[in-house]
């Protein structure tokens, strides 16, 4: 690999290695057999051994083609992703990442759906309450805390987001997490 993208792929190994974190359907731009770009969507996460400890990693991608066409949109959808990813804790309007984009916002929430099936606010939605069972587990953080962390205005919205998700309050995923 070029040295830009081996550096990307070591570091991005090295967080799921050592901060036990998974990294779920993030768009990437990679490279073909003889050095033409294109666009992927990767999956990793910590292999664990008998004892707990961290053992390896697991990874797949799936090739999204290398269109020019549609690298163009790709690249544009992944501006407005890494915004999100790298502002949780932010106000994130449609509207807002769209303008990032050069898209509509109804471009930018069909591109979205393509590739993951969810809307823009769904996307949204799932990184926030990734990012919050992240927390819970690794940090002693106070509920409230995470929930400013993860963008909500307040712990109730948090609480209620979060149940309908995951299934259990915040709480009861971090003692459920929590257990040996």
């Known amino acids: ?10 570091v991005q190994d090295q967080a ?4 036990n974190r998974s990294i779920q359907a993030q768009l990437e731009l990679h490279l073909y057999p003889g050095g033409n770009e294109g666009w992927c969507l990767t999956w990793k996460r910590p292999l664990v051994g008998s004892d707990g400890g961290i053992i390896g990693l ?5 090739d999204l083609g290398s269109a020019t066409s549609m690298q163009l949109e790709l690249g544009q959808v992944s501006a407005a992703l890494d915004h999100i990813n790298d502002n949780l804790s932010a106000v994130l309007r449609v509207e807002d990442l769209a303008g990032l984009t050069g898209l509509s916002a109804y471009q930018l929430d069909q591109r979205v759906r393509t590739l993951y099936g969810l809307s823009v606010g769904q996307y949204i939605t799932r990184a926030r309450i990734e990012l919050a069972c992240y927390l819970l587990k690794q940090s002693g953080e106070a509920i409230s805390q995470i929930a400013l962390d993860c963008g909500y205005a307040d712990q109730t919205a948090f609480t209620r987001q979060f149940r309908r998700s995951v299934g259990l309050t915040p709480r009861a995923y971090r003692e459920v997490s929590q257990r040996p």
């Open 16 to 19: 799921v290695v050592h901060e």
């Open 58 to 62: 697991s990874g797949i991608s799936r």
């Open 1 to 10: 690999f070029p040295v830009p993208l081996g550096e990307r792929i070591s």
